[in-house]
């Protein structure tokens, strides 16, 4: 697994071994190809899978693959974190509905030239970044008024 080599040297200099648990979490979140998941919705993929997976090691393995630059916290919605696979993709930030629910995910190259003009006239160094908008779809916004 291509994915797989990044992950096992940053558990590897963390004194932490790649588990067939861990792999598994591994595989199934590049399997979402970029798509938004909770842990439970991983945990659930997996197990109809057939792997044998703790919830708890889908939760343990998630900080771990934060930490790796593998995924991100994209949104919480209802006090639930949802994650997205990064690694290999192109940075983009999100807009989220908070009547449906639905997920614009957008990059601007504005954005991007502020927050290094930002960082540079404070003498920080910025390494990433997560930026959601939130507010209401087109259709959302209509029915509200």
Known sequence: MKDGGAFREFLSHRGLRLTAEREAVLRE??????????????HLRLR?????VSRASVYRTIPLMIEA??????ERVDKHAHYELTYGREHHDHMLCLGCGR???FLSEEMEEL???LCAEHGFT??????EIKGYCRKC?????
Do not use: M, S
């Open 29 to 42: 979140v590049f399997a979402t190809r970029g798509e938004h998941f909770e842990p439970e919705e991983l």
């Open 48 to 52: 109809q899978k057939g792997a044998n």
């Open 69 to 74: 630059g593998i995924i991100e916290e994209v």
């Open 103 to 105: 997920v614009i995910e």
């Open 115 to 117: 927050q290094d003009r």
């Open 126 to 131: 910025g390494e990433t970044h997560t930026l």
């Open 141 to 145: 916004a209509k029915k509200k008024t």
